[in-house]
């Protein structure tokens, strides 16, 4: 009886608990604009199947270049990572990149330093 109210509370406590897990696919998106940069940034990112704990991350940037008032050509950039997911702690870490990301709301902002992303839903 001991060990089957033990086990009933650790199913418990397992449950309870804050982690939030990754789904498969998830977009963020983040536009910025001032006087020099006019900044579209799009995050995605996709759990891999094998694993809860790895995740790619692709990112898409298109800018346009302002000087002396005149705007030039929009640039592309596309760039991809993998990071590990620390549930606990809410954070993609990419150690070979030096980045980390938190997440923020229940999955609906990601913080990349002074960037917040929304949610593309």
């Given at each position: 009886m001991k060990y089957i109210l033990f086990l009933a509370f650790l199913v418990?406590?397992?449950?309870?608990?804050?982690?939030?897990?990754?789904?498969?696919?998830?977009?963020?998106?983040?536009?910025?604009?001032?006087?020099?940069?006019?900044?579209?940034?799009?995050?995605?990112?996709?759990?891999?199947?094998?694993?809860?704990?790895?995740?790619?991350?692709?990112?898409?940037?298109?800018?346009?270049?302002?000087?002396?008032?005149?705007?030039?050509?929009?640039?592309?950039?596309?760039?991809?990572w993998v990071a590990d997911w620390n549930a606990g702690k809410r954070t993609l870490i990419s150690e070979n990149k030096g980045r980390i990301l938190v997440m923020e709301d229940d999955r609906k902002v990601l913080v990349w330093g002074n960037r917040r992303y929304a949610r593309i839903k």
């Open positions: 418990l406590v397992a449950s309870c608990s804050n982690e939030i897990q990754l789904e498969p696919r998830m977009a963020y998106f983040l536009k910025w604009d001032n006087g020099f940069h006019s900044i579209d940034d799009t995050l995605i990112l996709s759990a891999s199947a094998g694993t809860k704990d790895v995740c790619r991350i692709d990112r898409h940037t298109s800018y346009i270049k302002r000087l002396d008032g005149r705007s030039f050509p929009r640039e592309w950039k596309n760039e991809t």
